[in-house]
């Protein structure tokens, strides 16, 4: 598809927070639905192919994506994704019996199943916004959360034709089987702020409400569009990722550890943007629209507490499918160093190797997970406990 200019995003109507709604339970009684296709936005954690595919000779030296070891556990090659093989989006599908989510820049002529508009590096602001503010963003191209819903606005005619003539539905109303997913966005503003542009976190913490009121307002441009099942997920502990923790420990400038080994002040931070669930007035405004609220902290909140400190091992293991603890804070891919982070030899590169078992492992190349880490969150949103509420609830 062609990208168009970037068009300006509504205002908020006074949302400062994501939030959750929930649809009255008598909506759902009675026979079993079925989502009949999956439409995805946010950054690396759901992009199944569109950075790979994106024409820009600027990015190719930092697109490591597109080399091997990536992809290796599951599809024997690079697929486009950060990761060692499938991602939540991909364990999702699957669990709703629709195939991968195709990423919008492949050649697939047919949507009628889903369209995923993820890019990796994609941030919530805009590239002209962050660099206005001289913030460094180290994949310069424009693929924020607005620009993302701008190339959805201009494929919207082609999906709801697809939609009706599939599924037998009409064009005002074809998004009502269609499950929309809004990845971690604000990641990447923080990180290129943070880690890029050598900012304070204060500094970073002042650009939390706009970060927040992007996404929400995001979220209002799809209930515009008909959307009703909207899926709202968290940001990671940034101060868990091994790509951060090396980073503070070459600068002295980690703010001190917790007891899990994260970085507090780091991961404190994160508390400021969290979504809060919506006043009477917001829920007045879309009463009819459900919003699944996800978590991947929760899920690294679960891992380190049952490991350190429950004194059940047998619950220990059935909860956390045999990730060894002695990694959890280690890439599986890098070229060694602290956290096996080293930034002359990143995953992807020739200096850089893959752990030997990585279903083991939680943390894939410092900034990404592995496909085990993955396949137990998406578990988690299907049934509980990281999804308030669970996906598959509202399909019975």
């Not at 916004?129 to 620009?147: A, E, H, K, M």
Request: glycine share 8%; with cysteine; hydrophobic share 40%.
């Amino acid at each position: 598809m062609r990208l168009l200019p970037a068009a300006v995003a509504p205002a908020p109507f006074l949302l400062l927070v994501l939030f959750l709604l929930s649809c009255p339970r008598s909506a759902y009684s009675g026979e079993q639905k079925r989502f009949a296709s999956i439409i995805s936005f946010g950054d690396s954690y759901a992009d199944t192919g569109n950075l790979v595919r994106w024409d820009n000779p600027v990015i190719e030296s930092v697109n490591l994506i597109r080399n091997s070891p990536y992809g290796e556990t599951f599809f024997g090659h690079p697929s486009g994704r950060a990761t060692n093989g499938r991602i939540v989006l991909d364990f999702i599908a699957d669990a709703l019996d629709l195939p991968f989510v195709p990423p919008v820049l492949s050649r697939v002529e047919n949507f009628s199943t889903g369209v995923n508009f993820a890019v990796a590096g994609a941030t919530a602001l805009n590239l002209t916004y962050l660099q206005g503010q001289n913030i460094t963003v180290d994949l310069p191209i424009n693929s924020s959360l607005n620009d993302q819903l701008r190339w959805f606005e201009q494929l919207k005619p082609s999906l709801c034709r697809s939609s009706s003539s599939t599924h037998g539905g009409s064009s005002s109303g074809c998004f009502g089987e269609s499950l929309f997913t809004l990845g971690q966005f604000g990641a990447n503003d923080y990180r290129n702020i943070l880690m890029n542009s050598n900012m304070t976190l204060e500094q970073a913490r002042s650009y939390v409400p706009k970060i927040v009121n992007t996404i929400a307002t995001g979220v209002e441009r799809l209930i515009h569009h008909g959307a009703k099942y909207i899926v709202v997920a968290d940001k990671i502990p940034f101060g868990c990722m091994p790509a951060t923790l090396a980073m503070a420990s070459s600068t002295n400038n980690n703010g001190g550890y917790d007891q899990y080994g994260c970085l507090k002040s780091f991961n404190t931070g994160r508390a400021v943007a969290v979504p809060q669930r919506p006043s009477p007035a917001t829920r007045r405004l879309a009463p009819e629209k459900l919003f699944f609220f996800f978590f991947f902290f929760f899920f690294f909140f679960f891992f380190f507490f049952f490991f350190f400190f429950s004194a059940g091992g047998q619950t220990v293991m059935k909860l956390k499918a045999g990730f060894n603890r002695s990694t959890t804070l280690v890439s599986c891919c890098g070229g060694g160093g602290p956290y096996n982070q080293n930034w002359k030899a990143p995953c992807g590169t020739p200096g850089a190797t893959a752990c030997a078992a990585p279903s083991e492992a939680i943390i894939w190349d410092g900034f990404h997970l592995t496909e085990s880490a993955y396949s137990s969150i998406a578990h988690g949103w299907l049934h509980g406990p990281y999804a308030d509420p669970p996906i598959l609830q509202l399909l019975n």
